[in-house]
């Protein structure tokens, strides 16, 4: 008998502004190539291993995900160590970043390092629309 193991996940986005206004989206995701096999790789001491998947990241670009892609199109701020939660098997990682200036989010992802390192997924969606003193908080949930 055969068995899969499909890895299934989506970004929840809420960006929290100063005088209280809070805007929610969900959006889901593309597992990426390289996350697949890095993923793999974790299970095996034979095998050269990655880290684990902690960062979050956000940007501007609005390109659709593809499971070829290896980085965000236009990644702003720099990336945050999220902090995780193991619920059967479900993982979520999450996070904030603050916005300085006035910037339009279109993309997420998830990596395991905080500069380069290995793509896990990447979404793309509907713009949301940031200016400074907001917050914006960044869930990602993924399944097997």
Same mark, same amino acid.
């Given at each position: ?61 609005? !390109? +659709?995900?593809?499971? *070829?892609?290896?980085?965000? $199109?236009?990644?702003? #701020? &720099? ?46 969606? !509907? +713009?949301?629309?940031? *200016?400074?003193?907001?917050? $914006?908080?960044?869930? #990602? &949930?993924?399944?097997?």
């Amino acid at each position: 008998m055969e068995e899969n193991i499909n890895l299934t996940g989506r970004f929840k986005v809420v960006r929290h502004t100063p005088d209280g206004f809070v805007e929610e989206r969900f959006t889901e995701n593309t597992v990426v190539n390289d996350g697949k096999t890095t993923v793999a790789s974790l299970i095996l001491s034979d095998v050269a291993a990655g880290s684990r998947f902690d960062y979050l990241a956000i940007g501007l670009g609005s !390109t +659709a995900a593809a499971v *070829t892609q290896t980085a965000l $199109v236009s990644e702003v #701020y &720099s990336r945050i160590a999220g902090t995780g939660t193991l619920a059967g098997s479900v993982a979520t990682l999450s996070g904030a970043f603050g916005i300085s200036g006035t910037v339009s989010i279109s993309e997420y992802g998830v990596f395991n390092k905080s500069t380069t390192g290995s793509m896990l997924c990447r979404a793309s969606g !509907t +713009a949301l629309s940031c *200016t400074s003193g907001d917050t $914006v908080g960044v869930e #990602y &949930s993924i399944r097997t």
